[in-house]
């Protein structure tokens, strides 16, 4: 085969190649929402949102999932917030123990608040040993005060029952003060390397 001859395949192939990606494209290109966008974004956590009423911003609506060094690298930036994140992490470790899998995030602490009182969280009880949990973990006494004194934040079972009709964590995807909807963080504790976090500090 001859230059000229090797040139107009090579032409031809990649006209074939083009044609074939042009019309497949749409199959590759993922839809960019939710946790698709946030992966291209390069962090899981997407930016907080005004929403009308509320005193602070909030994440948009949505279950975001995240790792707790991402949680970390939003959210733990003073040192009061990285106090509280290292509550969290402890108590995360906690509940990890007892074969707790996946925990939802919300309260003041994923807020635009400077200085979050604690954090708020809820746990799955998919596959849970209770017999292996801190028995802090079903203290809901004095506003879950040993929770607080231990992990600085407090945790609820995901499927117990917040308010009229609503679980814990429907319920955190509701703005208190202005009853709107908004978003809450998911972690899996099954890929947490907790000894790392703890050395890790920012």
């Known amino acids: 085969m001859n230059i000229s001859h090797s040139y107009q395949y090579l032409s031809f192939v990649l006209s074939i190649l083009v044609a074939f990606f042009s019309i497949r494209l749409p199959l590759f290109v993922p839809k960019l929402d939710n946790i698709i966008t946030q992966h291209y974004c390069c962090v899981m956590i997407p930016a907080l949102i005004k929403l009308p ?3 602070w911003k909030v994440l948009p609506i949505n279950v ?4 707790l060094a991402e949680v970390r690298d ?5 040192p009061h917030r990285r106090d509280l994140f290292d509550g969290l992490v402890q108590a995360a470790e906690a509940l990890a123990k007892g074969n707790v899998r996946y925990i939802y995030l919300d309260g003041s602490f994923v807020t635009g608040k400077p200085m979050p009182s604690d954090y708020d969280g ?9 017999k292996l949990l801190d028995p802090v973990f ?5 506003g ?14 995901s499927t117990a029952n917040a308010a009229a009709g609503q679980i814990f964590v429907d319920f ?16 899996d504790l099954k890929t947490e390397s907790f000894d790392l976090l703890k050395e890790v500090r920012i």
């Open 53 to 55: 009423g509320a005193p």
């Open 64 to 67: 975001h999932p995240a790792s």
């Open 74 to 78: 939003c959210f733990a930036i003073n």
């Open 122 to 130: 809820c746990w799955s009880p998919i596959g849970v040993t209770p």
């Open 138 to 142: 079903f203290d809901f006494n004095n």
């Open 144 to 157: 879950r005060a040993k929770q607080k004194a231990r992990y600085k934040g407090e945790f609820f079972p």
């Open 172 to 187: 955190f995807q509701t703005e208190k003060f202005t009853g709107l909807k908004k978003g809450i963080i998911l972690i």
